[in-house]
């Protein structure tokens, strides 16, 4: 990978993260599905700085490489990636509800 720089840093910090759905339901059994997943998490990645390498979709969870500027914490990193793509999930697939009666994923 090619090495990242901000006005005071130089940076090539990547982390593994994985999603699981709620009570490990496998729900994303689709492959037009899967391929939507990947894509949302890559579009909500560029819109806030971040940098998705690797990534599979699995039917329970998702796992993927992920890429961080310094000056954002990779708590905060997951915590924009889990809700801003819950929100979408809902609004594109409305069957989850039935599914996460709760309306959380």
Do not use: C
Not at 6 to 17: G, P
Not at 65 to 75: D, I, K, N, Y
């Amino acid at each position: 990978m090619t090495i990242k720089h901000t006005s005071h840093a130089r940076y090539d910090l990547w982390y593994h993260i994985v999603f699981s759905t709620k009570y490990r339901k496998r729900v994303w059994l689709d492959e037009p599905v899967k391929v939507h997943i990947k894509q949302m998490f890559r579009d909500i990645a560029s819109h806030y700085d971040l940098t998705i390498g690797t990534m599979e979709v699995m039917s329970d969870h998702v796992h993927f490489t992920l890429s961080a500027p310094p000056r954002l914490a990779p708590a905060r990193a997951v915590q924009i990636l889990k809700s801003v793509s819950t929100k979408l999930l809902f609004q594109n697939y409305p069957w989850l509800r039935n599914e996460y009666w709760g309306g959380q994923i």
